[in-house]
């Protein structure tokens, strides 16, 4: 399968911070990234999708100046994380995709803010 | 409205035993059903997909069955190991339009020794 490697693995900051999480497509052009919020024993939930060079579409509920996703590249993608607060600590997944190709999933980033 | 309905919520299944994965889907435009495989952690693997176009497909231990009339999908485990205990996401997708996955609720799989 296609290797995508997301950055950091876990991550802890204070209330009021910024944290970025990286993911990149290693061996593909990704055209198209979506980014996944899951919370404890729950299912995967779409925040935003972005295709390179474009504005990010964000899922209702998802408050676009909290969470911007930069895909400036076919192998790169972030999420920044900003005035994190509490009750944005969850697990991050980016998922790569080009074309008519099955999705890859990154390892996650475990997000705790205290 | 919940796309993707997956039960049960939680399996046990001793070891050797069959556990199976039920999935239903609302939008018949989906072309694409792939079963993730997820450890505590870390992200979603692939583990098996199937379209439309078959009604079964095996790949090692783990088949899907696909009835596209009832709107249905399953994951059959046989031989189930303890190393397979872990939690199942079914999802579907328009897969030619490289459209997001949609997840069912996931499946948390116990298999005893």
């Known amino acids: 399968g296609a290797v995508v490697s997301q950055h950091p693995s876990w991550v802890i900051c204070k209330s009021g911070t910024s944290v970025k999480i990286e993911c990149r497509s290693l061996?593909?052009?990704?055209?198209?990234m979506f980014w996944y919020r899951q919370f404890p024993k729950q299912s995967l939930m779409l925040m935003a999708t972005?295709?390179?060079?474009?504005?990010?579409?964000?899922e209702q509920g998802v408050e676009k100046d909290k969470f911007l996703i930069n895909h400036a590249s076919l192998t790169l993608s972030t999420l920044t994380v900003t005035s994190a607060h509490p009750e944005d600590s969850s697990f991050y997944i980016c998922?790569?995709?080009?074309?008519?190709?099955?999705?890859?999933f990154g390892q996650g980033t475990r997000l705790t803010v205290v | 409205q919940q796309q993707v309905k997956q039960s049960p919520q939680s399996l046990i299944v001793q070891k050797g035993g069959i556990p199976i994965i039920n999935c239903a889907y609302e939008?018949?435009?989906?072309?694409?059903f792939p079963w993730y495989q997820q450890f505590p952690g870390k992200g979603p693997a692939l583990l098996i997909a199937i379209r439309p176009d078959v009604s079964e497909k095996k790949e090692g231990r783990f088949t899907i069955s696909f009835n596209k009339s009832a709107k249905q999908f399953s994951l059959h485990i046989m031989d189930s190991q303890p190393g397979d205990s872990a939690t199942y996401f079914c999802?579907?997708?328009?897969?030619?339009?490289?459209?997001?996955?949609?997840f069912g609720k996931g499946t948390r799989l116990h298999i005893l020794p």
């Open positions: 998922s790569p995709r080009t074309g008519n190709t099955e999705a890859f």
């Open positions: 061996d593909f052009q990704a055209t198209t």
């Open positions: 972005s295709n390179e060079g474009s504005k990010a579409t964000y």
């Open positions: 999802a579907a997708s328009l897969m030619n339009r490289d459209d997001k996955i949609i």
């Open positions: 939008n018949t435009a989906f072309d694409y």
